[in-house]
């Protein structure tokens, strides 16, 4: 649900470490889920997505997994740098009825690596 | 490829003015626009769903005759916030989706930073 006036939470790191960012989400009929990197006074970047059928999905020093059965979706950052500060935000999309196309997003989370 | 931009990239505007917004698909064809608004620490909300060449579609509790938006072209669609007030003052983000690539695909613009005054 909506998280609207509460403080976003947040992850620190060390440079080479890697992070895992959390996110619940809402509805079990979402068909795609989204994971976006926000830097300061941007528009969101698409980092990865997975489709509902799958659990797990790797790019390139990242990996999403979800697990439907808690509705429970992360990404795994491996060897995190301090470019990779940010934002991160979830994004579920659901096909059906009028929500066609659009994206839910969820509350996000500050990311901040240290050199 | 896939590159959306907003013009401007921040604005500041006297209460009661408006004040318009243009999101633009640079190299595909945007059939479908979407209007977004982002308060510090926040995360996005949607405001409007936007097809060319109809009306937009408002978000439960978005007062379209404020926030008027226009989707004329393939390439373009304009959000106008009318007669401003200082709680209008945000982040506002457009995307744009390619009815060539999945549904859930958005590509996002820069973002406009409003702030009233």
């Known amino acids: 649900g909506e998280s609207v006036g509460l403080h976003l939470p947040t992850l620190s790191v060390q440079e080479g470490d890697n992070s895992i960012i959390n996110c619940a989400y809402s509805?079990?009929?979402?068909?795609?889920f989204i994971w976006y990197k926000q830097e300061s006074g941007k528009g969101p970047q698409f980092i990865i997505d997975?489709?509902?059928?799958?659990d797990k999905r790797q790019g390139q020093r990242v990996t999403v997994l979800l697990n439907k059965t808690v509705k429970h979706l992360s990404l795994q950052i491996a060897a995190t740098q301090p470019g990779d500060s940010a934002v991160y935000f979830c994004?579920?999309?659901?096909?059906?009825?009028?929500?066609?196309?659009?994206?839910?997003f969820g509350q996000g989370t500050i990311l901040t690596v240290h050199p | 490829g896939a590159v959306v931009s907003q013009h401007p990239s921040w604005v500041i505007c006297k209460s009661g003015t408006s004040v318009k917004i243009e999101c633009r698909s640079l190299?595909?064809?945007?059939?479908?626009m979407f209007w977004y608004r982002q308060f510090p620490k926040q995360s996005l909300m949607l405001m409007a769903t936007?097809?060319?060449?109809?009306?937009?579609?408002?978000e439960q509790g978005v007062e379209k005759d404020k926030f008027l938006i226009n989707h004329a072209s393939l390439t373009l669609s304009t959000l106008t916030v009318t007669s401003a007030h200082p709680e209008d003052s945000s982040f506002y983000i457009c995307?744009?989706?390619?009815?060539?690539?999945?549904?859930?695909?958005?590509?996002f613009g820069p973002g406009t930073r409003l702030t009233v005054l």
């Open positions: 995307s744009a989706r390619d009815a060539q690539r999945e549904i859930h695909e958005q590509f």
């Open positions: 509805n079990s009929a979402s068909d795609y």
């Open positions: 997975i489709r509902s059928n799958m």
């Open positions: 994004a579920e999309n659901y096909a059906g009825g009028t929500s066609y196309g659009k994206l839910t």
């Open positions: 190299d595909f064809q945007a059939t479908t």
């Open positions: 936007s097809n060319e060449g109809s009306k937009a579609t408002y």
